[in-house]
Nanobody, 118 residues
């Protein structure tokens, strides 16, 4: 069984920064693509950023130049550095990872709240 545990959310003023972390644990043979999604109240979940096991990262247009995704492969952890935060970044942020355990599947974290005040 695989678990993804997020941390680092919280309340911050507009213009501030937060760093989210997500660690995958359990019976893991390999971790492929990792990413962050977010869901604001009344809206659909949307992709924020992704990072493959090798290769280039990708970002939603709304966060380009402000957010940076990175990963620590040795510890099966993905990070999201969020700078110049805006009130519209307020959402629950979810970690996502494609993992080879007993089989290859996508897993989700429980979500962490990010609130940006104006």
């Amino acid at each position: 069984q695989v678990q993804l545990v997020e941390s680092g959310g919280g309340l911050v003023q507009a213009g501030g920064s937060l760093r989210l972390s997500c660690a995958a644990s359990g019976r893991i043979f390999s971790v492929y693509r990792m990413g962050w999604y977010r869901q604001a109240p009344g809206k659909q979940r949307e992709l924020v950023a992704t990072i493959p096991s090798g290769g280039s990262t990708s970002y939603a247009d709304s966060v380009k130049g402000r957010f940076t995704i990175s990963r620590d492969n040795a510890n099966n952890t993905v990070f999201l550095q969020m700078n110049s935060l805006k009130p519209e970044d307020t959402a629950v942020y979810y970690c996502n990872a494609e993992v080879l355990s007993n089989y290859r599947a996508m897993y989700w974290g429980q979500g962490t709240q990010v609130t940006v005040s104006s």
